[in-house]
T-cell receptor
């Protein structure tokens, strides 16, 4: 069966520090991968998606970037965090862009 | 473009009462519809989905949703809720044009004893 791992679960970082969140998927090949952000009391905002190694699409302009160095690894990064980057970050995967997505447990990021 | 509207941001209900969480979508092509549940500080879990066939779909824990094409709706219902159903529920839509999965703003279901 397929599983998705996302870490860390919580993170407190100072403004201006770098960020690296990692997500890996097991049990499937060539998945579509996604990074979502969920601000407090709000819905999900798609940040990035990837259909293959090195292929990244950004949905919104922002202070973040994403990379996919391996087939089942998806990384969310920032060189300098802003207070507005605080939120709950969710990684997800799907078989293709038509079907449902399966989510990791999320990372609660607080920028102080 | 496609969009999803969840009209109620919060739904308070007493335990063992019935509940309906509303979801309306807009899309110019055939749709696939999903309901997800999110417990505090956790990721989203797929609750049920409609891809094709029977318009009434059911989950293993008593929830059901009905695809209504004429009303462009996919409301989630449960005849008798439990305290453990307290969570955030998200409706989502995708379509056969390959647009990205689009989520509604979520509905917080609060079950009171």
């Amino acid at each position: 069966s397929q599983t998705i791992h996302q870490w860390p679960a919580t993170l407190v970082q100072p403004v201006g520090s770098p960020l690296s969140l990692e997500c890996t998927v097991e049990g499937t090949s060539n998945p579509n991968l996604y990074w979502y952000r969920q601000a407090a009391g709000r819905g999900l905002q798609l940040l990035f998606y990837s259909v293959g190694i090195g292929q990244i699409s950004s949905e919104v302009p922002q202070n973040l970037s994403a990379s996919r160095p391996q087939d089942r690894q998806f990384i969310l990064s920032s060189k300098k965090l802003l207070l507005s980057d605080s939120g709950f970050y969710l990684c997800a995967w799907s078989v293709n862009r038509f079907t449902e997505a399966f989510f990791g447990q999320g990372t609660r990021l607080t920028v102080v | 473009a496609q969009s999803v509207t969840q009209l109620d941001s919060q739904v308070p209900v007493f335990e063992e009462a019935p509940v309906e969480l509303r979801c309306n979508y807009s899309s110019s092509v055939s749709v696939y519809l999903f309901w997800y549940v999110q417990y505090p500080n956790q990721g989203l879990q797929l609750l049920l989905k409609y891809l094709s066939g029977s318009t009434l779909v059911k989950s293993i824990n008593g929830f059901e949703a009905e695809f209504n094409k004429s009303q462009t709706s996919f409301h989630l219902r449960k005849p008798s809720v439990h305290i453990s159903d307290t969570a955030e529920y998200f409706c989502a839509v995708n379509n056969n044009a390959g647009n990205m999965l689009t989520f509604g703003g979520g509905t917080r279901l609060m079950v009171k004893p």
